[in-house]
């Protein structure tokens, strides 16, 4: 007569379900982060977009309040030279000087010799009420766009209403 054993079944895993499992998991993984990065960067993007708008908005203002306050417009335009030249152009209204270069990045840094290489809007007072040219101190004026920013279009119409137009 034999006896049988009722408890020899196995209760573990097999290496194949383990397999399984974790294949399945790290899939679940895969999705997961890929959302999490991509709601990230869509985080990041309207940041990005707030902080232009932001700053194109004061940009607006800035000029409108200089030209609401005055009716001379002067416009001018110099290159400077040495290393990587740059087209600066200058539009003044009243005793306020909006240098700028078309198509530059902001930058942080800075070089003594060329400050006007990291600077796309940058506002000053004019050194005469009379002249209106880009020489001068870059030093004693605001920069009036964001680290990494550009100007792409810069234009103000001597229409009235004045029509300003930053991209």
């Known amino acids: 007569m034999r006896i049988r054993n009722k408890n020899n079944h196995s209760h573990g895993f097999t290496i194949l379900e383990l397999m399984i499992a974790t294949t399945v998991f790290s899939f679940v993984l895969l999705v997961a982060s890929v959302g999490i990065i991509a709601i990230g960067r869509d985080y990041y993007k309207s940041l990005t977009s707030v902080k232009l708008q932001e700053t194109t908005r004061s940009v607006v203002d800035d000029i409108s309040s200089s030209l609401q306050f005055s ?36 930058q942080k840094v800075t070089d003594p010799t060329h400050p006007e290489r990291f600077h796309a809007l940058y506002r000053d007072k004019r050194p005469f ?20 920013m550009r100007l792409l279009q810069f234009e103000v119409s001597n229409s009235d209403p004045f029509q300003v137009t930053i991209r």
């Open 71 to 106: 009716q001379t417009d002067a416009i001018s335009s110099h290159l400077y030279d040495g290393g990587v030249p740059a087209t600066v152009k200058v539009r003044c209204f009243g005793s306020d000087r909006y240098r700028y270069i078309i198509n530059q990045k902001v």
């Open 129 to 148: 009420e009379s002249s209106c040219d880009a020489s001068g101190n870059w030093t004693d004026g605001t920069e009036l766009l964001g680290d990494n």
